[in-house]
């Protein structure tokens, strides 16, 4: 699989996990990902068991009361228009409309250029020595 394509495939999912985040807190539900760790017991064994992912929802309430919503690749934000890293929205339904469509259009390839740029800025934190 091309790289661009393991990276779309990458940032689709996040977008789901927001997307699935922003219909429970509108339901007044919890939505849990479960993950499997590898831990240490107290005799030294290793187990693997399960545990709650945490997801950090990417909203976030700007000072004149809009609902902000930043896309991130691992830990860079995605400028969607240059200059320009969030959207601002007026509500959940909203919110989870602009979700939906940033999932479609990273799909499509929309956002290559701009998960291309973050992926590069992630690389050159690994190299620092």
Known sequence: MP??????????????E?????????EHTHFVIKRRVTVKDLEGNYKSIERPKRI????????DGALCL???YGSKRLELVPGK??????NMNDLIKTLELLKSETEAGSL????????GALKLNFNKK
């Open 3 to 16: 790289a661009i394509q393991q990276r779309r495939n990458k940032l689709s999912n996040k977008l789901w």
């Open 56 to 63: 950090k929802p990417w909203w976030f309430m700007a000072a």
């Open 112 to 119: 290559d250029r701009a998960i291309k740029n973050a992926s």
């Open 85 to 90: 890293t969030f959207v601002s929205v007026k």
């Open 70 to 72: 930043s896309v991130f």
């Open 18 to 26: 927001q997307i699935q985040l922003a219909k429970s807190q509108m």
